[in-house]
């Protein structure tokens, strides 16, 4: 039977999503989970593929992968306890004998995180630059590939303490929307316009955009023609989310207190 599986990770351990000899990959965990609950030996005999890479640092909400097995109850109902604490699955589906993550996929859906960029709306207005078919040279490393992509929508939008630039599009390019977050946050800083992003998007690239840090980058979704049922979240992954939560908002906390300029609290009453 051909399975999909709606999985979600945490970037910043790994050394990237695709499999690499002696590195922690996305990748090598999911198949070293599938292979110790015997689902399949081989994984390219078990046609194992994910949607797409992601590089060191880039997290995932809604990453895909698929593969054959003879043992699709065991997967559905055991995967979510083998795998680490930071990937968990949280959906699958029986697919087609041709289907395949990346090329079937309809969309797909990123998010970057920015902490105080500036003029949140002044971003939303140029990110609708990107919308349509462009050559988009000037906002990835192409190499060999064709450098015209099809964005299907783009905005930005405040959350919490965040600035949020969501972009859908057919495909992406490596490290695309990295360079895209890094042209918005000029136009947030007023260091650029709508207008130097049209203008780059036009023709051959002058220079590439630099790619903004990975830690903010979420692969939010891929969009597919095919219904995926729910799977509970792990509790070990549940207490990870947790521990992780905590951690940051402590750290922050204590960031805040070391800062220069803040007073030293007064320890005589102590």
């Not at 859906?109 to 140029?126: C, I, K, N, S, V």
């Amino acid at each position: 039977m051909n399975l999909a599986f709606r999985f979600s990770y945490f970037g910043d351990r790994f050394f990237g999503s695709q499999m690499q000899p002696g590195l922690r990959t996305v990748e090598g965990e999911l198949v070293a989970a599938c292979r110790r609950l015997c689902l399949f030996d081989d994984w390219r005999e078990a046609n194992f593929v994910t949607a797409g890479r992601t590089d060191r640092g880039v997290h995932a909400r809604g990453q895909v992968c698929s593969f054959r097995t003879d043992k699709p109850d065991r997967a559905v109902g055991a995967l979510n306890q083998v795998l680490p604490a930071d990937i968990w699955c949280t959906a699958w589906a029986g697919v087609p004998d041709g289907f395949h993550p990346r090329y079937s996929a309809a969309s797909r859906t990123y998010r970057y995180y920015f902490l105080a960029p500036g003029d949140a709306a002044a971003m939303h207005e140029a990110a609708q630059e990107f919308l349509g078919r462009h050559d988009f040279s000037s906002f990835a490393r192409v190499g060999d590939r064709n450098p015209e992509r099809r964005i299907l929508a783009a905005r930005v939008f405040e959350d919490g303490p965040f600035v949020v630039f969501e972009v859908t599009g057919e495909s992406f390019l490596w490290n695309m929307v990295r360079c895209m977050a890094t042209a918005l946050e000029r136009v947030g800083r007023g260091e650029a316009g709508a207008g130097e992003i049209a203008r780059l998007l036009t023709g051959p690239a002058e220079q590439r955009i630099p790619a903004a840090p990975p830690e903010g980058l979420v692969l939010w979704d891929i969009g597919y023609e095919i219904p995926f049922t729910p799977l509970p979240i792990d509790e070990k992954s549940r207490r990870h989310l947790a521990d992780r939560h905590r951690y940051h908002a402590l750290m922050a906390e204590i960031s805040a207190r070391l800062a220069p300029g803040n007073q030293w609290p007064d320890t005589s009453k102590i």
